[in-house]
């Protein structure tokens, strides 16, 4: 063995040690990271939450509606599991764009979104994938699906896009109203 071997052993030694502490370094950032969206999600007791946004009835231009809001009165019920907006064929680029980089699933249906968002809504609910269910609309149609998860034991909550287009039908469903802007 000569000098030379032994300074390339101990740099190899030395780099191990500093990839051990980097990635030391790089759980505790993720956790703390973890936390703080756990913390910004309102996840105190592990509450798991769906959302599930009415694009066509919650996104028009009477309503002024901004999607961080709806996912701000979502996320005070608990952690966000599910955050998605339902929008026809129709939907701009733009829109589905924008709805991605705030954290939506974008799902689009080239027929009636009502029907897609219930199934979907339904069976989140049913299989005990959510403690609470969010529904953002102003339509009436989903009245059903909030019965439904409040009689499988989820907790329900409808948010409206305004005083104009809250549905006294899907408050009175809920276990819990929301209405964005006041």
Do not use: C, W
């Amino acid at each position: 063995m000569t000098a030379g071997d032994g300074a390339a052993d101990d740099a190899d030694a030395t780099e191990t040690t500093a990839d051990d502490d980097s990635d030391a370094g790089a759980e505790a950032d993720h956790d703390a990271v973890t936390e703080t969206i756990d913390t910004i999600d309102g996840d105190a007791d592990g509450t798991r939450v769906g959302l599930f946004v009415d694009g066509p009835n919650v996104l028009r231009d009477q309503f002024d509606v901004d999607l961080d809001d709806v996912r701000e009165a979502a996320a005070a019920f608990g952690r966000l599991g599910i955050a998605r907006l339902y929008l026809d064929e129709h939907a701009t680029p733009g829109l589905i764009q924008a709805a991605e980089a705030r954290g939506y699933e974008v799902v689009i249906t080239s027929g009636d979104v009502d029907v897609k968002l219930a199934i979907d809504a339904s069976e989140s609910a049913i299989r005990d994938e959510i403690d609470v269910l969010v529904i953002a609309s102003r339509d009436t149609d989903f009245k059903p699906v909030i019965e439904t998860a409040g009689r499988n034991g989820v907790r329900t909550v409808a948010i409206a896009p305004g005083t104009h287009g809250r549905s006294d039908a899907l408050r009175n469903a809920a276990n819990d109203d929301v209405l964005l802007g006041e």
